[in-house]
């Protein structure tokens, strides 16, 4: 069993492309999660979703966007990137949205 | 404004001894508590968790405290090992589902074991 994947590990973007940062998970969660990880920052909530069909605005939404088609997949898409998206972006999932969480093994984005 | 905070960035003990890391929060609704592990170039892993109703929460060596006057919260880790060397997350939510049901974390703050 894989739990939860991302993709890429890492990445270095220009700034002004788009990307879209891959996360599936085969545990039939039905919440998932988007943070980013800054030093002195802690894991900052992006976008989330309680359930396949509904995605919700977390702490630092803008400039990203999620889609939530299925139960397994929650992708993140950087529409035009920044430097400030520089980051480590983990994804999460939990079977309910506020019960332990599971974490990816992040993807290291640098936005040059 | 932040909800969940860790205030020590930073936390050195002796190996073998205790390790007590602390967490203060500031939203009412919050009433379940995690505290996550990371190690570099990993993910945050769960490690222990409490709710409200409870004021303490053991596992092996691991123990969470919860006051709730206080609203503050710790963990223990006795007798404390190198490979316990990591970055701590505390986590808070609400059981009751809305707007704070999803996990709030704090800075974080990284505990070094010394041999």
């Known amino acids: 069993i894989a739990g939860i994947t991302q993709a890429p590990t890492s990445q270095i973007l220009a700034a002004g492309r788009r990307m879209t940062l891959r996360c599936t998970q085969d545990m039939r969660h039905n919440a998932m999660y988007w943070y980013r990880q800054d030093l002195g920052l802690g894991l900052r909530l992006i976008h989330y979703?309680?359930?396949?069909?509904?995605?919700g605005k977390g702490e630092v939404p803008d400039g990203y966007s999620v889609s939530r088609a299925n139960t397994d997949d929650f992708p993140l898409t950087l529409a035009s990137a920044v430097p400030s998206q520089t980051s480590v972006y983990f994804c999460a999932s939990s079977a309910l949205s506020y019960t332990e969480a599971f974490f990816g093994q992040g993807t290291r984005l640098t936005v040059v | 404004d932040q909800q969940v905070k860790q205030n020590s960035p930073s936390l050195s003990v002796q190996e073998g001894r205790i390790s007590i890391l602390n967490c203060d929060y500031t939203n009412s609704m919050f009433d379940y508590f995690l505290w996550y592990k990371k190690y570099p170039a990993e993910g945050p892993t769960f490690l222990i968790s409490i709710s409200s109703i409870k004021d303490k929460n053991e596992d092996g060596r691991f123990t969470v405290f919860l006051n709730k006057s206080a609203k503050h919260l710790s963990l223990h880790i006795v007798p404390s090992q190198p490979g316990d060397s990591a970055v701590y997350f505390c986590?808070?939510?609400?059981?009751?589902?809305?707007?704070?049901?999803?996990?709030?974390f704090g800075k974080g703050i990284t505990l070094s074991v010394r041999p």
């Open positions: 986590a808070a939510s609400a059981l009751v589902p809305g707007a704070n049901s999803k996990l709030t």
């Open positions: 979703s309680n359930t396949a069909g509904t995605t």
